[in-house]
């Protein structure tokens, strides 16, 4: 029985302790949401709810914080990300790449602008958006599989091309370099995915 109620306890300490990782997590990111693209630790541990010790009890540096809020965010991401049949014809593939592509965009935009900011002096962060690139480029290569193996030598260089093209950076600069709406700047990326597409696709 002693037993019993030891593990009760260590398991009701885990779980309270997941509990806190787990709002603190959403406390970065609300701020993150609402424009704070800096939160400091005490804001992050008030929003939350908690105390800075024990913010810091659960994460040792704002390292392992970015680690948590970006895996967080990737989960976001996959919860709403909806798979494209490889098998439609090329313009429909496109149209629903770029759809979703946009829609996913627009979620990640507050992490991924505060991300920008902290990344030249961040290991994390940085690994954190090579993690984006990495799925990206995965559902480029399966969803335009046939297109990437007409271009022959050119594979690399056209899957490059169109992994840039989707990324946030490029968002980025059509939303807010450009000052285009999230339609008009879809419009675009869709022109551009779609021309250099069109180069390969064999009738």
């Known amino acids: 029985m002693d037993g019993v109620e030891v593990a009760g306890r260590i398991d009701g300490r885990t779980a309270r302790a997941e509990r806190t990782r787990v709002a603190i997590v959403e406390a970065h990111l609300a701020l993150i949401s609402e424009g704070d693209l800096r939160p400091t630790g005490e804001r992050i541990a008030e929003r939350a709810g908690i105390s800075l010790r024990t ?3 659960n994460f040792k540096d704002m390292e392992t914080l970015f680690e948590a809020s970006g895996a967080e965010v990737l989960r976001q991401q996959d919860a709403a990300y909806r798979p494209i049949s490889p098998g439609l014809p ?3 593939r496109v149209d629903a790449y770029c759809r979703q592509r946009a829609r996913l965009l627009q979620l990640i ?3 991924a602008r505060a991300a920008q900011m902290r990344e030249p002096v ?3 962060l940085h690994r954190n958006r090579l993690k984006h690139i990495d799925r990206v480029r995965d559902e480029v290569e399966e969803l335009f599989a046939v297109e990437l193996t007409q ?3 050119g594979r690399e260089q056209l899957l490059n091309a169109l992994v ?5 950076p490029a968002w980025s600069m059509l939303r807010y ?4 709406g999230v339609d008009q700047a879809r419009a ?3 022109r551009t995915v779609g021309a250099l597409l069109a180069e390969v696709a064999v009738d």
């Open 188 to 190: 675009v990326m869709t």
């Open 164 to 168: 840039a093209a989707s990324m946030w």
């Open 177 to 180: 370099g450009l000052g285009l």
């Open 122 to 124: 961040s290991d994390q």
């Open 55 to 57: 913010l810091w009890t």
């Open 90 to 92: 090329l313009a429909k």
């Open 109 to 111: 935009t507050p992490s």
């Open 151 to 153: 271009a022959g030598q």
